[in-house]
Every structure is written in structure tokens, then in C-alpha cells.
């Protein structure tokens, strides 16, 4: 279980976002191959497509491109400051995942370096 400074606990969201009532600092994604905690500090801008399956945030060093069904609830919860975690959601094969009800689905990310000039990078 993972828990708040004061000892309370995160509660899991079935889409695989963590949410919780204080504000974060990081907002961290998580795949099987890679973890990166972001300030949201750095956090320049974010953008739902009117589909609700791509979710773009512009951090001062990085990139992350969200995809995925039903976005608002995520795009929500960070535009709030309350989102600590994002993975992927359960899935049957890489890239199509197990659709459940209307609860938000995050099928991939993609996370790019900007570099100082504002270029994208690896």
C-alpha cells in the first residue's frame, strides 16, 4: 500500500491512476519497462483531444503523450494537482487494452526528452 506524508493511504483507481485528496509534486508514469516522476511544478500545459483518447502534457523537460478511452476523468484529475500515478491499464496484448465500462482506459504513453533550445529528443 502506498501512503500520503501523513500517513494516509493512496486509494488505487481501477484505470490505474492513483489518486489522492492533497496535491502532489511529482506525477509519476509507469510501464513494465519504464518509471519517471515529472514536478508538477514543470507542468507548462495540458490538452484533451475532443475524443477523449489523447491526452498531451508539455512539461518544461519532457513530453508525455497519453492515449488511451475516456480521458477526461484523468485529464480532471491532474488539471486538479491530484493524480500521483499513471499506468497502463491491464491489458490482453501491447497496445489494445481490456475495455470496461465507461472508467477511463490508458492503453499507452509515450515520453520525450525536450531539450534547453525546445527541440524534441530522445
Known sequence: MIETH????LRPRPNGVERTDIQGLFLRFESKRERIALPYALLLKL???LDQ???ELAFATHT???GGWDLNEIYE???DGHARC???SDQ????IPVRRDDRAIVGEFRITRVDP???KGR
Not at 6 to 9: E, F, N, V, Y
Not at 92 to 95: A, K, M, N
Open 64 to 66: 508525455v503523450t497519453v
Open 47 to 49: 490538452e484533451l483531444s
Open 77 to 79: 484529475m491532474i488539471a
Open 92 to 95: 490482453e496484448s501491447p497496445g
Open 53 to 55: 483518447r489523447t491526452l
Open 117 to 119: 533550445d525546445g527541440r
Open 6 to 9: 501523513d500517513g494516509t493511504p
Open 86 to 88: 499513471i499506468r497502463l
